[in-house]
């Protein structure tokens, strides 16, 4: 099931994010790309969403990613696009105080944002992640 | 209505995708990704939506797809990450079985996955999808 | 807050777009390609939405972008794939319409078009641009 040497994809193990409950890989680099599939607030831990609705959530999801960054030695400032997924517009100013936080003292990736009509799992909130890992050709 | 020579962005003619319906190109190439527009579950034979519901759809997606890698000689190893938009929950119940179907021996790759509130069509189902074509330098 | 000098990511200063309301970058770039925040249809000289509904908005989004091409030396032609996003099939019609226009003689990108629930600031239309610049190694 491991990527083929020969393939341009590399499918990167982690035991930064929760195991995937649905047919995906948490982390695919194609380079000078990582690509990092749609994170809904689990717990880590628990295996179950965080507490504390689209705040908490975000907050956790933030959270995972950044303990990916670490344990793949990635910065904040190799992600170049987010994309966000809230279920209702009083989430999506949860969600937006929660990066915000993050974000401080960082400069922010684009991003794109939108309210939807469900998330897996009953989540409130997604991010998908895409980061450049080096200096393009 | 070709691409320049010149410009860095390929559109690719194919005869494995139903012709689009609104004003899109169906799969683009700039090094060194491949970018597929969203899918629906057109059948080519009839160009109507494949019966059987988000299952059925998603089927009719993932064989177009899959008629796409065979026409231009790409492979499943080669998808980096797939975006999955599914117009209820029991849809992406039955959507994530087809997909289940298409991984069952095959590393997949990274994923988002959300509910919206519609899509192109009276579409259930909508996947878009990216691969890498070669080693980025 | 500007990027690091080491960095492979670079954040795109450009007059041409409203400032973010939110916390992100309106556009980054990691070459080969530059990433260009969902964009709602704000009119630059009121940061208001532009009037109209959802046709007058993706005109609106459209006049961004195109400005934000020529402010910056890109061409339509560089444009690999766009992430519409409306928040009604009727809206989706007029989006539609507004997005025909602008392609009437150019070969359009690869494109995913869902609707969802809602939008940031209340807008009808969001859309998402990813541009090559160079071609990849």
Known sequence: MASSPASPRVVVPTKALPAPRFRYSPVVVAHPFAFVSGLVGLDPATGALATGGAYGQTVQILANFTALLQEQGWSLSQLV??????TSPDGAASMNQAWEELFKDEVPPARTSVIVAGL?????VEIEFQLVLTQGA
């Open 81 to 86: 696009v987010a994309r966000l997924f809230c």
């Open 120 to 124: 897996p799992l009953g989540a409130e």
